[in-house]
């Protein structure tokens, strides 16, 4: 299938299988080691529809990794690709030069940052031009918690971004992206998945799902249908907690913004989540989670 | 008229009488039951203007409901339309299954909810696809008013949304939605309505006015010439009031997002009011303040 | 050069001397006057291209104006252009009437506003249609410095807006911008001016960087790579502070509004700053910190 054979409204092969949106776990240790290796792999973006990603470790997003304020990422990035790529961690503070440095074909690199402030943040390629790489799924966050991140039930991560289709098992077309005319908006890699696959919860829990905005283009408008949130936290702050007498319906992020929503889902059944800028929930923007 | 002659900057006809922006007042009981009628109107959206509307109650937006936190909202919604059509309330919790679900003309359902947190939610067609029903018009605005909120002179609500013109008489054009591309921009469901019948108040009021962006698309960049925001409310929180020493210019809102702000008039005079992003402006998000 | 011949990548002339950005500092009276011109002048707004601006005193954006709350400012506007022009200054509350008046070329008007609430004001020319007026140059920056606002080593400010290219050496193109269709998103007037003539800073300073979007369209998710926000103010109040646990990694702007955000630049080297809406980014929303 190609862009013009795109249905965002397709249900998936029987086969399919989500991404995991579980939260991962911080490890106890405070040194955190990964190897990422860029690969440009085919891969299926909706039902029917292949496109060429370049990825971190095969998948788009990337990996999730997860630490504490103080902690140190110690990254091997290894250019597994056709072409020049590199990387960009917003979790840590450093000057660009050495790390950031787009490195060929067969080269690997270290880039060791330490975590000294809370939030999810975006990586993401670091090569030109990065509306290319970043529109052919070079992306991913990394939660640093905050000091008194409360307890909840489950915790799951969303990261929306877009695809610029092109040719079937192609890479992203990057006319469109100039234009600005995504085919897909997505959570987590894929349209619409959890529509078809849905998060599960059970009523009463307490649920918190962050959400990392790649882009590279368009805000998010993050809502979750039957809900109120009752805790938002944003770009490393709380702008509400529970005790608050307000709630939010919305939370709106810019291109690499981030942050995180707690809801308890009041009752057993089915809650769509959306990015509420409509066109972009038509575009696969949306998801399901399912309330035993 | 279509969309072919549409002019932004048209008057109205000498008749012509503008929505009653004037905030409701919160009942004081604290059951609030109202039935609300989904009925496709021919209506006009710009001097010459006319759309098939699909309405709550047959205006675009549909009423304005308030309460506080605590209330329980009672509504009765019924189907006199011909197409499919539901209502998701974002301010209240609750299983969407059975409340949200479509109905089919001359059906009716009973959506119960209660508010637990303070804000302006919106309030829209549950019916896929959303783009398309609130494209033609299906949303409106539940003020859950703060604990706390101070008694002002006037209070005013404005909902910002798109219209995408469809031919004379029709229902908008779903093919300029998924492109993004909207006509009109407007305030309460008419371009510029309220350049042409100003909003009201006197020199040295307090004036709030609560604004909620329904899209179905655009963001809202909401701005009083002449004044300064010294109160800001945004997605359930206070961000700015009256002592602290800064102030704000924009209120910012993604789709589906609300708030309210509040200024003085300093003086009697014309005070313009927009969405800054220009060409949302030029294209209807505008208005007056006549200040005697 | 006209738009077709547009290479946003291209390098500026060994002579080019980029826009001063270091913000002025606010004199120590309390009354500030400034003779403001309308001109209209060509000038290079990219490598090799061309475009008739409409300016206040001869730049895009005009001059960056700076007090303290309380302070009055007594603006003698006169027009040198060809066609009317006006000024808004959202620093000050007034009723619009006459001070925001349109005048013609070779009158002039005296604006006086008191500047009573902190934050970074735009300024623009209040002629109808805006969309075209800013569009062609017509804004600025008003800093009304807050109270407690801590010392820094240096402090920059960065104005973000577009161009909708025109003919060669002509206005800007108002069908572009009324379709929303910008060839250049750039800092301070010029497409990447500080990628080739970088602002600079040493490591462990601590550097403020004040951003005013003037639009007329675009948001701004203003980013420094390879720092974390750890103070960011939005539209009169902070959002974060040094000690909170969190931080940012993007200052999210829509039209109109404005902050500041603070860094310390860990050790010497290139930290590029973007819009990180990647395709403005690539349109010239981009520069560079030199740190040694
Ligand atoms: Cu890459
Ligand atoms: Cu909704
Ligand atoms: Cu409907
Ligand atoms: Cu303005
Ligand atoms: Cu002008
Ligand atoms: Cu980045
Ligand atoms: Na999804
Ligand atoms: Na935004
Ligand atoms: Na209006
Ligand atoms: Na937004
Ligand atoms: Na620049
Ligand atoms: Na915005
Ligand atoms: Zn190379
Ligand atoms: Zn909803
Ligand atoms: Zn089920
Ligand atoms: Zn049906
Ligand atoms: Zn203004
Ligand atoms: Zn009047
Ligand atoms: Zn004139
Ligand atoms: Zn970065
Ligand atoms: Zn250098």
Request: hydrophobic share 40%; aromatic share 10%.
């Amino acid at each position: 299938g190609d862009a013009a054979a795109f249905d965002p409204m397709a249900a998936p092969a029987a086969g399919f299988t989500a991404r995991d949106a579980a939260a991962p776990v911080a490890s106890t240790g405070r040194l955190h080691k990964l190897e990422l290796r860029v690969q440009e792999v085919v891969g299926e973006v909706a039902p029917g529809v292949r496109q060429t990603l370049w990825t971190f470790n095969g998948t788009v997003p990337g990996p999730v990794l997860r630490g504490r304020v103080g902690d140190t990422f110690e990254i091997t990035l290894r250019n597994d690709g056709g072409v020049d790529h590199g990387v960009d961690f917003h979790a840590g503070a450093l000057a660009p030069d050495e790390p950031m440095r787009s490195i060929e074909p067969g080269e690997s690199l270290v880039y060791r940052f330490r975590a000294t402030k809370a939030g999810i943040w975006m990586y993401h390629c670091s090569t030109m031009p990065m509306l290319y790489h970043i529109g052919n799924g070079m992306y991913g966050a990394v939660i640093i918690d905050p000091p008194d991140l409360a307890e909840v039930d489950r915790e799951y991560v969303l990261v929306q971004s877009e695809f610029y289709l092109g040719a079937d098992g192609a890479t992203g077309d990057l006319a469109k992206m100039r234009a600005e005319r995504p085919d897909a908006v997505v959570f987590n890699g894929y349209v619409a998945q959890y529509a078809h696959r849905p998060l599960t919860a059970r009523a009463g829990e307490r649920v918190r799902v962050w959400v990392l905005d790649a882009g590279p283009g368009r805000d998010s408008a993050f809502h979750i249908v039957g809900t109120q949130f009752d805790t938002v936290y944003r770009e490393g702050r709380y702008e509400l907690r529970p005790d608050d007498p307000g709630g939010a319906q919305v939370l709106d992020l810019a291109p690499a913004a981030g942050g995180f929503v707690e809801v308890t889902f009041p009752a057993a059944g089915h809650y769509p989540f959306v990015s509420h800028a409509m066109v972009d929930a038509e575009r696969g923007a949306r998801g399901l989670f399912e309330v035993s």
